[in-house]
Structures are given as C-alpha cells and as structure tokens.
C-alpha cells in the first residue's frame, strides 16, 4: 500500500521548517521525502505544520481513571497513592483493556505514535496469577494496537513495598516474590512477541523502594539478553532519596550506578532531587532521563535539573505519567517555563531542542531508533498541528515550531499517522468518540 501525503510545512531536525513536502509512505514506512514540489495528483494534504510522532516515553495507563478526582482534597504524593491504589485494586483484564485503549487513544489525538508502559499490575486480588500469567500485559499490548501506537511494555520488577517492607494489599498484585520469578514471568511475554515490530518488550526497576539491590542484577541481565530498554523512578520524593542514604549510604541513583543499571538503553524518570555526583553519573552514563512536569508539580514533586543533565550527556525526553494531562507540547513547554521559574531567567531551551527530545529522543529510549524523523526508512509517523487554531493564529514559516511547542494543545493535533496507518483525521480517532469511552469506562473501574 502507497499513499503520498503532501504537507504545508513540515519540522525537520535539526530545526528546519521546510515548505510544500511530499513524504510517500509505503505500508508502514516512509519511502520518499521530496520538499519545495507541487501537491502530486492524488496526494492527501496535510495543512499546518507537520512533525514526526511524538513518544511518550512515560505512562501507567491506569491512572488515568483518576484525573480530576485526586484534586478534591489537598493531601501529598502519599495521599494520592492511596487513592491510586484503590483504582489498581478494581482492575481485572477486561476492565483494563478498555481503560487502556481509550486512554492509547486518547495519546493518539495528542500525536503520539509510540508509548512506554510501566507495567506493573501483572496479577489477581491478593497476588494471584491469572491462568496466564501475563494476561494483563496483553491487554496493554492489545490495547495500544487498537489504539493504534506502538508500545513498549515495560515489564515492571516490584517485590517489596519500601525498603526492607514487605507487599500488603493491593501492592500484592505488583509482585512475583523475587527477581527469578519475575524474570520467568518476563520470558514468557518476550517469547509471545518475538518478531513483533509494532511490540518492544523491556524491563524496568520499579525503584530502589521496591527492588532491593542484589536482586537488581537479575532484571539488568533481562534487559542486556533482550537487547530492550531498562527504565527506573528515580528520586521522585526527598523522603525516597534520605532513606535510600540512610540504608545504602548511597543516593538511588548511586545504588543503580553500583548495580548497573545505568547506559544508554536504559531510562531514569522523574530525577528530581539529585545530587552533582547523580548529574554526572547519569550524563557519563549517557542514560536518558524523562522528565513528566505535569505530574510532577501535580503531586508538589519539584523542579528537576533538566538543563544540567542533557548538558552533562544525559538526554532529556518527556512522558505523561500520571496523564493529569496527555499533551507532549505541555510536558516540552514546562521543562523550559519550569526553568524560568527556578533560575528566574528565559532560554534555557529551543523549540527544536524540545520537539526532538519528544520524538527521536524519546523513540530512542523506548527502543523504536528507527522513529522519530521523517526520512526514508523510518517508521511512517506524521502528526499535523493545526497553525490557524485560536492558539495558534499568527504563526508564520519562521515562528511554525515556537508556536506549536509553546502555545498549542493537543487539541491542535488534527491528522495522525502512526505507522502508515491514519488513525487520526480532522481531530477525530478512528474508535469514534473517545470523551465517551473514557467516561464509561473511568467511571467502571473507579472505587
């Protein structure tokens, strides 16, 4: 199958606005890009500034049942945690299958093709095994396919709930008694997708909360066997980082250091408190480091330094997390307006800085190289942003990418092509109305 898509103006790295482009797309790949030529005969027309996906480099998809609701009171990110595990206990496959494709949906508006899930709700009430183990990690899969994104599982390591507590309640369903056991439970997933493209099967370190560091060898092992990503939370909280020091005498980006984690398929989130020695740790390391501001002022987390850690060598890219909102400008413009706030100082980022850190950046991290740019070969990825919107209005060729990053929303985004497919056309998904999937099924699985 071939269809050339003809683009007003289209975002090239590094940071070039280029006008009147045909990009031909065979099957899911592009095949030609041609800038400055006529519309080809044929040719479906792209009007505004066309980018290439978005990734969302940081999700758990579950957690977007509790939008809104975690607001109605003041509380702290513990408070929050416990509203979120009252969600996760209601989950069962069914339920998470549908939560899961509207809010892979709801992505797919936002211009992402590619998502990262930190998967971790692997098992039944009180930790007992589906009769396939990883049935919940097939709905997400099943999920994002309906959806129509490519996804990295990150099949997530979680067996004790704090340093030296074991797992009570619905932290149960979280865990598979040690290492060993998760990592069989791994094997079977990765067999189930072997040679599955669209599927890119890796690890992740819940935190040094729920790992306990000499089982950490075990998931790193997984991860280099599989050649996948390796992901983390790392120093959300101070609380996380002063009993992490208090027990290991080592900050938690240190003990991941120690216990290799750290490298440049492997993925430190959130990164908020850190110590110089972290920042140079994680820069030399070239480990990459999502930054989810959305969330992270959500939950009063704090200001992470991301400036100094893409300039020590560690690159940046953005995820959603917590989904308080889904829109990637939103997460790009806060790390730069973030940065005024706390040095009370402009330019700290570009646009085209930002815009790459959330598509080749954050592909590369998921483990999708191959996406991210608009050049032969690559996965057939273009998202349009409308540049005639009431945000929008007024930007020209010159000021397309400033505009897109620092004044539009999601709702801008009104074509998506993931992988050769149109999933999104004039702002609507192919799923139909995707407010009312959400509404249902949120109000499903809500306690």
């Known amino acids: 199958m071939r269809t050339t898509y003809w683009c007003e103006l289209v975002w090239l790295h590094p940071g070039e606005v280029v006008e009147n482009v045909a990009v031909t797309v065979e099957d899911r790949r592009i095949a030609e890009v041609h800038p400055g030529v006529p519309a080809p005969p044929g040719a479906v027309r792209l009007a505004g500034l066309t980018l290439p996906g978005l990734a969302n480099a940081h999700s758990h998809a579950f957690h977007r049942a509790l939008r809104g609701h975690t607001q109605t009171e003041r509380g702290s990110f513990w408070t929050w945690r416990e509203q979120m595990y009252g969600v996760a206990a209601r989950l069962d496959p069914d339920g998470y299958l549908a939560l899961a494709t509207a809010t892979y949906a709801e992505m797919a508006l936002a211009g992402i093709t590619s998502v990262a899930e930190f998967h971790y709700v692997h098992h039944g009430p009180g930790g007992v095994p589906y009769d396939d183990p990883n049935a919940m990690g097939h709905v997400l899969v099943e999920a994002a396919r309906r959806a129509g994104l490519r996804i990295t599982l990150l099949d997530t390591c979680y067996l004790t709930g704090g340093i030296g507590d074991a797992l009570i309640g619905t932290q149960l369903r979280f865990g598979d008694g ?17 040679g599955a493209d669209d599927v890119e099967i890796g690890a992740a370190i819940h935190s040094v909360r729920a790992v306990p560091p000499e089982q950490m060898h075990v998931v790193v ?16 909280q101070r609380a996380e980082n002063e009993l992490c020091v208090d027990t290991y005498a080592a900050t938690p980006v240190q003990v991941l250091h120690e216990h290799g984690v750290l490298g440049p398929r492997s993925t430190v989130v959130h990164a908020t408190h850190l ?14 480091v999502c930054m989810c501001p959305t969330t992270e002022r959500d939950l009063a987390d704090g200001i992470g330094p991301a400036r ?22 939103e997460e790009a413009r806060s790390v730069e307006l973030h940065e005024r706030l706390a040095t009370r100082e402009r330019g700290h980022w570009q646009a085209a800085e930002l815009l790459y850190a959330a598509t080749a950046a954050g592909h590369a991290s998921l483990g999708f190289p191959d996406a991210g740019c608009l050049v032969p070969g690559a996965w057939a990825d273009l998202v349009s942003v409308r540049l005639d919107s009431v945000r929008t209005a007024g930007a020209t060729k010159g000021s397309a990418a400033e ?26 998904h192919v799923l139909g109305d995707v407010g009312a999937l959400l509404r249902d099924v949120v109000a499903s699985v809500r306690p």
Do not use: C, K
């Open 403 to 428: 505009s897109v990053v620092f004044a539009a929303t999601a709702a801008d985004v009104h074509s998506v092509v993931s992988g050769g497919r149109r999933v999104v056309t004039d702002g609507r």
């Open 308 to 329: 100094r850690l893409q300039e020590a060598g560690a690159p940046v890219v953005f995820g959603s997390d917590s989904h308080a909102v889904i829109d990637l400008f």
């Open 221 to 236: 092992d997984f991860a280099h066997r599989h050649a996948g990503p390796l992901h983390a939370h790392v120093s959300e």
């Open 178 to 194: 040690d290492a060993d056991r998760w990592a069989v439970r791994g094997e079977a997933l990765a067999q189930a997708y072997d």
């Open 275 to 288: 110590s110089d020695v972290d920042v140079a740790l994680l820069g030399g390391s070239i480990t990459h």
